[in-house]
C-alpha cells in the first residue's frame, strides 16, 4: 500500500473505517493472486500430466494396438473426453471442489491417451520445437489479456463463432481431404485460439477479481479458468504442429 493512499485529498488521516477498507483492498488484491496463481498451476500440472500420459502410452507397443486397433475404444476415449469437458463445466456447482479436480486430472489422462498418436506422426525434434513455440505464444497472449484495459469480450464471441466454423470445415475436410484446406484450416486454427487465450485470461482475471475469499465456489471458477486455458493451449499445439509438421 502506497502512503499517499493513506491521506484523504485535505490532507488529513482516514477515520477508521477508512483504514479497514485500504486494509481489505490489500486482502482482496492478495487472494485474487492467489486464485490467479492456481489457475496457471491447475494449468500447467493438466499439461504435464497429458504430456506424460501421451509419451507413456506412445512407447507401449501394446497400449498404442489396444487403443488404436479398437475402434470402439478410441472413440469410447473421443465421447469421454467430450463427456468429461461437458459435465465439468456444466454442473461445476453441483460437483465438489474435490470431484471437480478428479474428474480434471482424468480428463487429461485420457486426452494424453488420444494424443500419443503424435509421437508416431511426428518427430520428436518436430513436436518440442512446436511446444516451444506454443509456450511462447500462449504466454504472450496470456500476458495481452492480463494487462490490456481493452474489453474482448465482442472479439470473443466471434472467435467462439470462428471457432464452430473451423469445427463444421473439418468434418468437411474428412471427406475432402484436402491437404491445401487442411493448411487453411491450421492457420485459421492458430489464430482463433491465439486469441481466444488472451480473450479467457481477461475473463478469467475479471471473474477472480469479484472474489472477496478463499471459498470452495470461488477455487472452483479458478479451476473452470484452468481448464478453459489448458484446452486453449492443447488445440494451439495440435495447430501449430499440423502446420510445422507438413512443412517438415
Known amino acids: 500500500m502506497k502512503e499517499r493512499d493513506l491521506y484523504k485529498f485535505d490532507g488529513s488521516w482516514p477515520k477508521e473505517n477508512e483504514m479497514t477498507d485500504q486494509r481489505g483492498i490489500a486482502v482482496s488484491q492478495s487472494t485474487f493472486a492467489a486464485l490467479m496463481r492456481k489457475v496457471y498451476t491447475w494449468m500447467a500440472l493438466a499439461l504435464v500430466i497429458t504430456g506424460f500420459t501421451a509419451y507413456g502410452v506412445a512407447h507401449s507397443p501394446a497400449l498404442m494396438a489396444m487403443i488404436f486397433g479398437?475402434?470402439?475404444l478410441f472413440w469410447g476415449l473421443i465421447i469421454a473426453e467430450l463427456a468429461l469437458v461437458f459435465i465439468v463445466s456444466g454442473m461445476i456447482n453441483r460437483l465438489s471442489l474435490a470431484t471437480a479436480t478428479l474428474l480434471f486430472i482424468l480428463y487429461s489422462i485420457i486426452n494424453g491417451a488420444t494424443l500419443s498418436m503424435i509421437f508416431v506422426a511426428f518427430s520428436t525434434a518436430v513436436i518440442a520445437k512446436t511446444f516451444f513455440i506454443t509456450a511462447g505464444m500462449f504466454a504472450a497472449m496470456s500476458v495481452f489479456g492480463?494487462?490490456?484495459k481493452r474489453d474482448l469480450s465482442g472479439i470473443g464471441r466471434i472467435l467462439f463463432m470462428a471457432l464452430i466454423g473451423i469445427i463444421?470445415?473439418?468434418i468437411v475436410n474428412l471427406f475432402v481431404k484436402s491437404s491445401g484446406f487442411d493448411l487453411i484450416i491450421s492457420y485459421l486454427g492458430v489464430a482463433i485460439f491465439v486469441g481466444l487465450t488472451a480473450w479467457d485470461t481477461q475473463k478469467i482475471k475479471q471473474m477472480l477479481l469479484m472474489a472477496d475469499g478463499m471459498d470452495e465456489s470461488v477455487q472452483k471458477i479458478a479451476l473452470m479458468g484452468a481448464l478453459s486455458l489448458y484446452l486453449d493451449f492443447i488445440n494451439l499445439f495440435?495447430?501449430?504442429?499440423?502446420?510445422?509438421?507438413?512443412?517438415?
Open 238 to 248: 495440435l495447430y501449430l504442429l499440423r502446420i510445422f509438421g507438413n512443412r517438415d
Open 146 to 148: 492480463y494487462v490490456t
Open 168 to 170: 463444421i470445415a473439418t
Open 70 to 72: 479398437n475402434q470402439i
